[in-house]
């Protein structure tokens, strides 16, 4: 529903329109013969509109501004193969922009798409925190995030909403994971009220291994076989974003 509102949207914004163009080369570019150069051009032509628009008063209330942000950021993810390096410029200030616009995801006012550009930048923040273990760009002790993981989710195929629920669920218990190991600990903080809040993050994590989706499981398993060349154990899912969300529990766990 994203992919079809943005580019709807791309149609009456130039530098939404400039965003997804660099991040649609970029894409091609990686997976053929596609000239990386046309990326570079339309990512030039985005942040010089991009740059005088972040200045306006009304800024926060720009939801395609957000959304340019955050295809920007995914741009910038794919470019780390050309030169081996990750500068999150565009994390950075899709972060900002973030911060100073949504403090409850679930709130009943307020647009889809910046619910789905807020998710969307969060996991963005999760990933290089993990992969180098640094502390997150969201301070995530402000947001009211409700996680109600002790309700098992109801009949054999869940809807859309239902799965992404749960998924948003995981991500963000990983996000405390990653603020508990990486960031600085609170001066009040004693070895028991660690060993407190860690076996709380675990439990939280058990319990949506035993109540999520049951659309989540996966509807194919094979053992490693290292005489047939399988090295490794092979899982199967309904649904890509089953397989994604089902990783991101096991990295809390190891």
């Not at 091609?28 to 942040?47: E, F, R, V």
């Not at 005088?52 to 993810?77: C, F, G, M, Q, S």
């Not at 199967?236 to 994604?244: I, L, T």
């Amino acid at each position: 529903m994203g992919a079809i509102t943005v580019t709807h949207l791309a149609r009456c914004s130039p530098i939404l329109s400039k965003a997804v163009s660099a991040l649609a080369a970029r894409h091609l570019s990686c997976i053929g013969s596609y000239n990386s150069s046309t990326a570079d051009d339309y990512h030039k032509q985005c942040i010089e509109l991009l740059i005088p628009a972040l200045n306006e008063p009304n800024v926060a209330a720009d939801d395609t501004l957000l959304a340019a942000l955050v295809l920007l950021r995914l741009y910038e993810h794919l470019n780390v193969s050309d030169n081996g390096k990750d500068y999150e410029h565009h994390l950075s200030g899709v972060s900002a922009l973030v911060t100073s616009t949504i403090r409850n995801p679930w709130t009943a006012s307020g647009s889809g798409l910046r619910w789905a550009s807020f998710w969307c930048c969060f996991r963005q923040s999760v990933y290089p925190a993990c992969l180098h273990r640094q502390p997150l760009q969201f301070d995530i002790s402000g947001y009211k995030i409700e996680v109600n993981l002790s309700t098992p989710a109801p009949g054999v195929m869940a809807t859309v909403e239902e799965e992404s629920e749960w998924c948003h669920w995981i991500t963000w218990i990983l996000a405390q994971v990653v603020d508990f190991c990486f960031s600085m600990p609170s001066r009040d903080m004693t070895m028991l009220k660690e060993g407190q809040a860690w076996n709380s993050l675990l439990q939280a994590v058990e319990t949506w291994e035993v109540n999520k989706p049951k659309s989540f499981l996966p509807v194919a398993y094979n053992e490693r076989n290292p005489n047939r060349g399988r090295w490794f154990p092979e899982i199967a899912f309904g649904s890509e974003w089953h397989g994604m969300y089902d990783g991101f529990a096991d990295q809390v766990t190891t």
